[in-house]
């Protein structure tokens, strides 16, 4: 993307996104399903992350899935050599 587009890409995308140039209004809270250990998953809020990069967005995930590293993560602890040595929020998929 060149130079004259991208100071406007996430106006761009905004726009389009919604045909619209105000902003939706937002959560200040993330719901999130949290592995705390081995077959202990939470449901809790989070803060919605803070965008700090004018080229990052935050997108509203409306439905989700979980997959099978996250299954394994519950079951296991672990994939490969990463292990889960404090609580991870699952479902990267989104």
């Not at 592995?35 to 992350?49: A, H, I, M, T």
């Not at 080229?55 to 079951?75: A, F, L, P, Q, W």
Request: aromatic letters at 10%; one cysteine or more; charged letters at 15%.
């Amino acid at each position: 993307m060149d130079g004259r587009l991208s100071s406007l890409f996430p106006a761009l995308i905004f726009q389009f996104a919604t045909n619209s140039t105000t902003p939706p209004t937002m959560s200040t809270q993330n719901p999130s399903f949290v592995l705390e250990k081995v077959g202990l998953v939470r449901y809790e809020d989070r803060p919605v992350p803070t965008i700090t990069n004018p080229h990052d967005v935050i997108v509203n995930v409306r439905y989700t899935g979980i997959c099978g590293s996250d299954v394994h993560y519950y079951t296991h602890g672990s994939i490969g050599k990463y292990v889960v040595e404090k609580p991870m929020v699952l479902g990267h998929e989104s």
